[in-house]
């Protein structure tokens, strides 16, 4: 049976204030707060439909994707491999020139490289970014790597021995993009541009923050819990690949149908 978005519209599960409720999609927004959000759904190896609730949204409606930017930036990191401009098990060390990965004991053995960073296995610290509000300082990567201000994170560092465990490391896909633009010399939005966003068809997407006028002109603004609006509408964030990128449902959906596609051939 073909999907219908009458499914996700109705018979929703939802905690308002430790108390399950099955609701409605449109009366969990008011309940929850949410001021506006965005479905997509892939059914069948297709996007079979599109749509947007809330104040204003349509389908076109850009969102901050937050951490699926890791997502979409590991995909423009393995077609430099697939490229053989980068490899997956080298010494990052070895082709970062912007900054490097400050040494200690616990990579002596066992150095840092590419498939850690994207498998956050890298040992990494940071596990996320909070962003910087408009109008104020935002740090250069290099800020961001070595927790100088006007960076408001700590310095990202190595926290355990490289290929030992899993730690959620924002830090380490921080590294990956100062690693993706020293070996290309291309700003890393305009990168992602080349490598992932044109070719899949993402046209409401894009890494440069913040937006362009164009495209901030279909941004939704950032809501606080209690559903006022954020001041400045969003928060930027310099961490592109960790968090940077603006998107919409739609878009990831494409990206998506494309790697199952791929997987498939």
């Not at 939802?14 to 927004?29: C, K, M, N, P």
């Not at 929850?32 to 190896?45: F, H, K, Q």
């Not at 290929?163 to 993706?180: D, N, R, V």
């Amino acid at each position: 049976m073909a999907a219908e978005p009458s499914a996700i519209e109705r018979d929703l599960v939802i905690t308002v204030q430790g108390e399950e409720r099955l609701v409605g999609l449109d009366q969990a927004l008011a309940l929850l707060n949410v001021a506006s959000v965005s479905i997509a759904l892939i059914d069948e190896g297709r996007i079979a439909f599109a749509r947007a609730y809330g104040q204003d949204a349509t389908p076109n409606t850009l969102y901050q994707a937050a951490s699926l930017s890791k997502f979409v930036a590991a995909i423009g990191a393995m077609r430099l491999v697939e490229a053989g401009t980068l490899k997956l098990d080298e010494d990052v060390n070895g082709r970062l020139t912007s900054w490097r990965v400050p040494s200690n004991s616990f990579d002596a053995t066992h150095k840092v490289a590419l498939r850690g960073l994207l498998s956050m296995t890298g040992g990494i610290s940071e596990f996320g970014f909070p962003g910087y509000a408009v109008g104020t300082p935002v740090p250069a990567l290099t800020e961001v790597l070595n927790g100088t201000p006007p960076a408001n994170s700590a310095p990202v560092t190595v926290i355990a021995v490289p290929g030992s465990a899993y730690h959620y490391s924002g830090g380490g896909y921080e590294i990956a993009e100062a690693l993706m633009q020293d070996v290309t010399g291309k700003p890393f939005p305009q990168l992602m541009q080349d490598l992932v966003l044109n070719p899949m068809g993402m046209t409401d997407s894009s890494f440069d923050q913040p937006p362009s006028p164009t495209l901030m002109a279909r941004a939704v603004s950032g809501h606080f819990s209690d559903g006022k609006e954020l001041p400045g509408r969003w928060h930027i964030f310099p961490e592109h690949a960790a968090a940077g990128l603006w998107s919409t449902p739609t878009d990831l959906g494409k990206l998506l149908v494309h790697l199952a596609d791929t997987c498939r051939a």
